[in-house]
């Protein structure tokens, strides 16, 4: 009996609109459906992936869809965690047993989405590492390096694609669970050459993946398993030979353990060879090519704080401010798979330096009470419900209820009527004892007003006395008065960027202190922004 066919899973931007009932039962759904596939003998599993082809196109929209998000902290719900699960193993039989490999599980971009996904799994490293063996990757990751190599030319002119920024967080990982995709690259001077070039006119985040990015292809070069040195002394003379390319070598020596690493590894004939340039080398190590930052005068502690929370830091309630959200994003750029909450505990340990940070993660050096957390750890999310206690809502001890206000009275309290001793024979309806009728009465004029007297009341009316004086009009003056200050228009359109700046990287970090409820305006998030800002609330939800 075959088994159903699998819907492709959602991008993030239809996945917002699924009612949260209907979401789980459609995980419910491929939660069995992934089961039942695994359970089929090696033979029927390799028949139903040729027949239904839904499994290889929602294996592939599962990992573009969850590599592609910021944050991942979806998958830390059960169920998610489990759907996480089970569509690694299904990629793992696909590339391991059957002998036709699915040509969509072999592009760069399912492989990158895996590395970003698994990143931590040491069965997808001997996986990959099984598959460069065999050749089938070969001819993907030769043809994205001349795409990488183009897209380097295309953005030599200082205004990098938005794109590029992803493409390089992906490379970044990848390399770290492939070695050889790293050999692959360092394989002629081509690629090299196009990212230096590229280092000299990019941004200062830009700089931080490109870095990455050569440091991790050496590392490929020093495999134990499949040492090239050879191939990397070459390249390391080729950049020291340029002045513009020495540049790239300097920032890759001072800011990652590369040059320590080199003279680890390196052994017999090639040791020799690399002395001089280990030599050359060691002059930058140490030594940042990022501006000294300025000192800060120190206070006097007076035994003051706010309250931390859990974490030490006080993240939603003004002790962290948006310069550090950005430093935040920025290393889960270099290290998609590092949860917000552990990346937290690194700058505290090292002072809020990035660089520092950096360095560690790459060298793998943390310290042990570092190296025992949970990499994917992630920031709590705060209730956007007000939470009172004893200290700030004193005196809420229960009062007695208020007297209540006085009864209203009148004149014609305790009369007749109202004590109901009145005669029958004094009540009647109308005018008592009157022989007139509707028509009598419109018809009789003695009371009617005098017509003389109202037409002489009329004529004696001045139309002219409310009219309005329009002495200091517009037109009359001939002109206004701008009361605009000059050159304010241009200040306040840089703090608007500033504040649309900083505004885009606390949503990226907290999405939840934007929403528009009443308790979320009155929440510690939003108490931070404000102060942060100097804008209202409306100004901060607009």
Same mark, same amino acid.
């Given at each position: 009996m075959d088994l159903p066919s699998f819907a492709p899973y959602p991008p993030p931007n239809l996945r917002e609109d699924i009612v949260p009932k209907e979401w789980e039962s459609c995980l419910h759904a491929w939660l069995l459906l992934a089961e039942g596939h695994l359970l089929l003998s090696p033979a029927a599993f390799s028949t139903q992936v040729s027949k239904d082809q839904s499994l290889i196109q929602f294996m592939f929209s599962y990992v573009d869809s969850e590599a592609g998000q910021a944050d991942h902290s979806n998958s830390q719900s059960k169920t998610n965690y489990r759907l996480k699960q089970l569509c690694y193993l299904l990629t793992h039989r696909c590339l391991s047993e059957l002998k036709k490999k699915p040509p969509s599980l072999l592009e760069w971009q399912f492989i990158s989405g895996l590395g970003i996904l698994y990143c931590k799994w040491s069965t997808l490293r001997i996986l990959l590492q099984d598959l460069w063996r065999k050749g089938d990757l070969d001819k993907t990751l030769q043809k994205h390096k001349a795409t990488l190599i183009e897209s380097f030319a295309d953005n030599t002119d200082g205004n990098a694609h938005p794109d590029l920024d992803g493409t390089l967080a992906r490379v970044a990982t990848l390399l770290r669970v492939c070695p050889g995709y790293g050999e692959s690259l360092m394989l002629g001077s081509d690629f090299i050459d196009a990212l230096s070039s590229l280092y000299d006119h990019a941004s200062s985040s830009l700089k931080n993946k490109?870095?990455?990015?050569?440091?991790?292809?050496?590392?490929?070069?020093?495999?134990?398993?499949?040492?090239?040195?050879?191939?990397?002394?070459?390249?390391?003379? %080729?950049?020291?030979?340029? +002045?513009?390319?020495?540049? @790239?070598? *300097?920032?890759?020596? /001072? &800011? #990652?353990?590369?040059?320590?690493?080199?003279?680890?590894?390196?052994?017999?004939?090639? %040791?020799?060879?690399?002395? +001089?340039?280990?030599?050359? @080398?060691? *002059?930058?190590?140490? /030594? &940042? #090519?990022?501006?000294?930052?300025?000192?800060?005068?120190?206070?006097?502690?007076?035994?003051?704080?706010?309250?931390?929370?859990?974490?030490?830091?006080?993240?939603?309630?003004?002790?962290?401010?948006?310069?550090?959200?950005?430093?935040?994003t920025q290393i889960q750029d270099l290290f998609p798979d590092l949860g917000s909450a552990f990346i937290i505990k690194l700058l505290d340990e090292y002072e809020d330096d990035a660089e520092r940070v950096t360095a560690h993660l790459l060298d793998d050096s943390l310290p042990p009470h570092l190296k025992s957390l949970d990499r994917s750890e992630n920031l709590p999310q705060r209730s956007t419900q007000p939470i009172y206690t004893d200290d700030l809502v004193p005196n809420l001890a229960p009062h007695p209820s208020p007297p209540l206000p006085p009864t209203r009275r009148n004149i014609h309290d305790n009369d007749a009527f109202d004590s109901l001793t009145i005669s029958p024979s004094q009540i009647h309806r109308g005018l008592k004892s009157s022989s007139h009728t509707a028509d009598t009465v419109l018809q009789d004029r003695s009371s009617a007003p005098n017509k003389a007297a109202i037409l002489s009341a009329l004529a004696a009316f001045d139309s002219d006395d409310d009219e309005r004086d329009d002495t200091y009009d517009v037109e009359d003056v001939g002109g206004t008065v701008d009361a605009a200050i000059p050159g304010s228009e241009e200040m306040d359109a840089d703090l608007r960027d500033k504040n649309e700046e900083a505004l885009f990287r606390a949503w990226k970090m907290s999405p939840e202190a934007f929403e528009r409820d009443a308790g979320t305006r009155r929440g510690k998030a939003r108490l931070a922004l404000r102060s942060e800002m100097g804008m209202t609330d409306e100004a901060i939800e607009g």
């Open positions: 490109l870095l990455v990015i050569v440091y991790r292809c050496f590392l490929a070069l020093m495999d134990p398993l499949n040492p090239r040195f050879s191939m990397m002394l070459d390249h390391l003379y %080729a950049l020291n030979s340029s +002045k513009q390319q020495n540049a @790239l070598l *300097a920032a890759v020596s /001072s &800011s #990652t353990p590369f040059v320590r690493r080199l003279r680890e590894r390196i052994a017999g004939p090639d %040791a020799v060879r690399a002395e +001089k340039i280990i030599q050359q @080398l060691s *002059a930058f190590e140490g /030594s &940042s #090519t990022l501006p000294p930052k300025s000192k800060q005068r120190q206070r006097a502690s007076k035994g003051k704080g706010k309250e931390k929370d859990e974490y030490g830091h006080g993240a939603f309630d003004g002790g962290m401010h948006v310069h550090r959200m950005s430093i935040v």
